[in-house]
């Protein structure tokens, strides 16, 4: 009786401290654009991007993310890169993240901060450098 009591309170734990999950932003051409907040008190808040490429060629990718605080456009952020087929960039591992100027932690945090893919093209390449 008393491991049942502990297990379900190790769970339960565990189930408090999970991590954020991605957000889904668009997909095209068989890759997918998520985010995330990664928001820290101490430190400025950090949009972390999950881009998986599902077809099968590598794709180069330009990105357009538009932030919103309380329905008014405060920041665009801009980002091409290319992704090998088969391939997910995720976040600060080996993905793209934004550092905004214009959001604090709190602001980020909130329900009026909104994150629009506003542009999002995709083309087949070759290969990645």
């Excluded at 985010?35 to 990105?63: C, D, F, T, V």
């Excluded at 329905?71 to 090998?84: K, M, N, S």
């Excluded at 960039?89 to 550092?99: S, T």
């Amino acid at each position: 009786m008393k491991h049942g009591i502990l297990l379900l309170l190790a769970l339960a734990t565990a189930a408090g401290c999970k991590a954020p999950q991605f957000i889904q932003a668009g997909e095209k051409d068989g890759v997918s654009v998520d985010y995330r907040w990664n928001i820290n008190a101490a430190k400025p808040p950090e949009l972390l991007l999950k881009i998986a490429n599902k077809s099968g060629s590598a794709q180069h990718l330009h990105l357009e993310l538009d932030l919103s605080y309380q329905a008014f456009t405060v920041e665009q952020l801009t980002a091409d890169t290319c992704i090998p087929a088969g391939r997910t960039f995720n976040g600060k591992f080996n993905g793209i993240y934004f550092i905004p100027k214009a959001l604090t932690s709190e602001q980020a945090a909130s329900t009026d901060c909104k994150v629009q893919l506003s542009g999002f093209t995709t083309e087949k390449a070759p290969h990645c450098p």
